[in-house]
């Protein structure tokens, strides 16, 4: 059980816009940035946003994200095929802590 | 290029021990805190532990503390994650990541990651 709540999977056709929302509470979210990775199958982990609304360079605006109270949320725009992968929340809760992670489909 | 290269897959027995490396290349290592994930076969990412490699302060998940140790070596820009006696539960694969920054929280974000070691306990 993740102290982050994310939806186990989503799915969307390319060229269509997806959210990816993470759930959790006063002590974690709703007083500390949140961080956004992707995990393409058989890789390392990628940090795609960070301090809830920040991107690394490298990493296209199709990405963004966004915090409001207790919950996150990817939003992913002109999704293409190569966006399906693994997608994780994390925040801080005295220590780090993840959300159990959404499978991106692309259709 | 900042770069984080663990070592290699392990296959051990129960009961073992066993000590797993990440090096870190192109940056100040002794100054960035650096952690530690570990994702069981087909499961997410669990948050483990972090370490200053400057001074050596570590910081435990609660469900990770007194089941692995996270040291480092600054001189060799090195960090480790030990374990006193393996379980199969502990077959996973294991991260490292550099850590973007500390103050007070360390919810900045991991922007570089090792590529995993693979562990494999049987029992």
């Known amino acids: 059980q993740s102290v982050l709540t994310q939806p186990p999977s989503v799915s969307a056709a390319p060229g269509q816009t997806v959210t990816i929302s993470c759930s959790g509470s006063?002590?974690?979210?709703?007083?500390?940035?949140v961080s956004w990775y992707q995990q393409l199958p058989g890789t390392a982990p990628k940090l795609l946003i960070y301090?809830?609304?920040k991107r690394p360079s490298g990493i296209p605006d199709r990405f963004s994200g966004s915090k409001s109270g207790t919950s996150a949320t990817l939003h992913i725009t002109g999704l293409q095929t190569g966006d399906e992968a693994d997608y994780y929340c994390e925040s801080w809760d005295s220590r780090g802590v993840f959300g159990g992670g959404t499978k991106l489909t692309v259709l | 290029d900042v770069q984080l290269v663990q070592s290699g897959a392990e296959v051990k027995e129960a009961g073992e021990s066993l000590k797993i490396s990440c090096k870190g290349s192109?940056?100040?290592?002794?100054?960035?805190?650096l952690g530690w994930v570990r994702q069981k076969p087909g499961k997410g990412l669990e948050w483990m532990g972090i370490i200053y490699p400057g001074d050596s302060d570590t910081r435990y998940s609660p469900s990770f503390q007194g089941q692995v140790t996270i040291s480092a070596d600054k001189s060799i820009s090195t960090a480790y994650l030990q374990w006193s006696s393996l379980k199969a539960s502990d077959t996973a694969t294991y991260f490292c990541?550099?850590?973007?920054?500390?103050?007070?929280?360390?919810?900045?974000?991991?922007?570089?990651w090792g590529q995993g070691t693979t562990v494999t306990v049987s029992s």
């Open positions: 301090e809830n609304n």
């Open positions: 006063s002590s974690n979210i709703g007083k500390d940035f």
């Open positions: 192109g940056y100040l290592f002794s100054t960035y805190w």
């Open positions: 990541a550099k850590l973007r920054y500390c103050s007070g929280t360390c919810s900045y974000g991991m922007d570089v």
